[in-house]
């Protein structure tokens, strides 16, 4: 369980990121996802990480202290974000190093709107994961904003592409930052992978 959250650091540089010395849990996902959201939820804090109506808000890599035991780290979007060129290949630069570089990063979860239709740029993104062994598992966004039956039917069809990346099911949780829904089982999830690289 999620007792205390406070916020640590923000970087543009992974070299700079406190010293990793305990488990480290990631979110990242597409620009306006519903990231920073589902981490104030998590955390039982209103604006722990910072939500915008505008897409690319997080440009950092933010750390949090959790529990006093382990980080969690809010990544920027992929995508949309409306910044130049130059910019977005140093957020992508940043990422790429961050991901395959930190050693004591136990899980990164890729967040996915469930509200839409599988989306090329997020298969690419988990593609990438896999091929760089990234401990990947999926959240299923914004499961409140449309129909269970249509929230359903895009998971299904995303699960079916992500089995040809995986050759396997991933992990993946169906969750709502406005009623709390996955919150449990998310959490225990998180809780399970911060105990198992503990024990290694």
């Known amino acids: 369980m999620i007792k205390t959250a406070t916020f640590v650091v923000s970087n543009a540089d992974p070299s700079n990121c406190p010293r990793p ?42 750390h949090f202290m ?9 990544l920027p979007g992929y995508g949309f974000a409306k910044v130049n060129l130059k910019i977005k290949q140093g957020w992508e630069n940043m990422i790429s190093t961050y991901l395959t570089k930190r050693e004591n990063l136990c899980g990164v979860f890729v967040l996915i709107d469930s509200r839409l239709e ?23 966004t914004k499961a409140d904003k449309q129909s269970r039956a249509k929230t359903d039917q895009n998971i299904q069809k995303f699960l079916k592409k992500t089995r040809e990346i995986f050759e396997e099911e991933p992990d993946y949780f169906i969750t709502s930052a406005e009623t709390n829904s996955g919150k449990v089982e998310l959490t225990k999830f998180i809780e399970e992978l911060v105990t198992e690289y503990k024990a290694g």
């Open 21 to 62: 010395d305990r488990a480290e849990i990631a979110f990242i996902g597409r620009s306006n996802v519903g990231k920073s959201s589902l981490i104030n939820m998590l955390v039982n804090q209103k604006s722990l990480a910072k939500t915008s109506q505008k897409p690319g808000k997080t440009q950092l890599i933010n």
């Open 118 to 140: 599988p989306q090329q740029i997020d298969l690419e993104f988990l593609l990438w994961c896999v091929s760089q062994e990234v401990p990947t598992a999926l959240v299923f």
């Open 66 to 74: 959790i529990n006093d035991k382990w980080y969690m780290v809010d």
